[in-house]
């Protein structure tokens, strides 16, 4: 923060649209290598025999609301199929399959609570902390460190949920398309 907008009380707000664009361009590569995927190919397995792409998507969206929301009591988990505070999750219900329609309301329920948060949390708030207590142990965990855990979690399981589509002869997601420019 600088030393003027400390003297007048004010944070400066860091500029979020290019990170927001990069990280909707993201969000949209995800939906739209899902969207119309039938029940039988949402049901190929991801990384392991008995995790199949709708739970591993699943649990990439829910893990959204649960750290925003149940950790750091963000707003809208409401607006969102994600609402046990437990932590339980769809993917945690092998036998309820999910379609793709369900998947994608569940990314861009998820989304919007990731977006307002990177459109309203300030530079100086990402030290923000929020206590997570499982059994005996407490941890503590700061804005920053969640938006982090978020946006590699994202990506890893999107890369898993790529390998399998790939190997399907299903597309991909490819994640980092917009992030360059060809000089000439």
Same mark, same amino acid.
């Given at each position: 923060? &600088?030393?003027?907008?400390? +003297?007048?009380g004010?944070e400066?707000? $860091?500029d *979020?649209?290019?990170?927001?664009?990069?990280?909707?361009a993201?969000?949209?590569?995800?939906?739209?290598?899902?969207?119309h995927?039938?029940?039988e190919?949402l049901?190929?397995p991801?990384?392991?025999?008995s995790?199949?792409?709708?739970? &591993?998507?699943?649990?990439? +969206?829910?893990a959204r609301?649960?750290? $925003?929301? *149940?950790v750091?009591?963000?707003?809208g988990?409401e607006?969102?199929?994600?609402v046990?505070?437990?932590?339980?999750g769809?993917?945690d219900?092998l036998?309820?399959p999910r379609?793709?329609g369900?998947?994608?309301?569940?990314?861009e329920s &998820?989304w919007s609570?990731v977006e307002?948060?990177?459109?309203?949390?300030?530079p100086?708030?990402?030290a923000?902390?929020?206590r997570r207590?499982?059994?005996?142990e407490v941890?503590i965990?700061t804005?920053q460190?969640?938006?982090?855990?978020?946006i590699t979690?994202?990506?890893y399981?999107?890369?898993?949920?790529?390998?399998t589509?790939g190997?399907?002869?299903?597309?991909?997601?490819d994640?980092?398309t917009g992030?360059?420019?060809?000089?000439?």
């Open positions: 923060m &600088s030393d003027l907008a400390v +003297a007048l004010r400066q707000r $860091l *979020h649209r290019p990170v927001l664009r990069r990280l909707a993201h969000e949209r590569g995800l939906i739209g290598a899902l969207e995927l039938s029940p190919q049901q190929l991801v990384g392991s025999p995790w199949p792409i709708w739970a &591993s998507v699943s649990h990439l +969206a829910g609301v649960f750290w $925003l929301c *149940h750091f009591k963000e707003p988990a607006t969102t199929p994600f046990d505070p437990t932590g339980m769809w993917e219900d036998g309820h379609r793709a369900e998947l994608v309301h569940a990314l &998820s609570i307002r948060c990177l459109r309203t949390w300030t100086g708030s990402l923000h902390e929020a207590t499982r059994g005996d941890r965990h804005r460190s969640v938006l982090m855990r978020s979690h994202d990506a399981h999107c890369g898993e949920i790529s390998l589509l190997s399907h002869g299903l597309g991909e997601i994640l980092w992030l360059s420019r060809i000089a000439r």
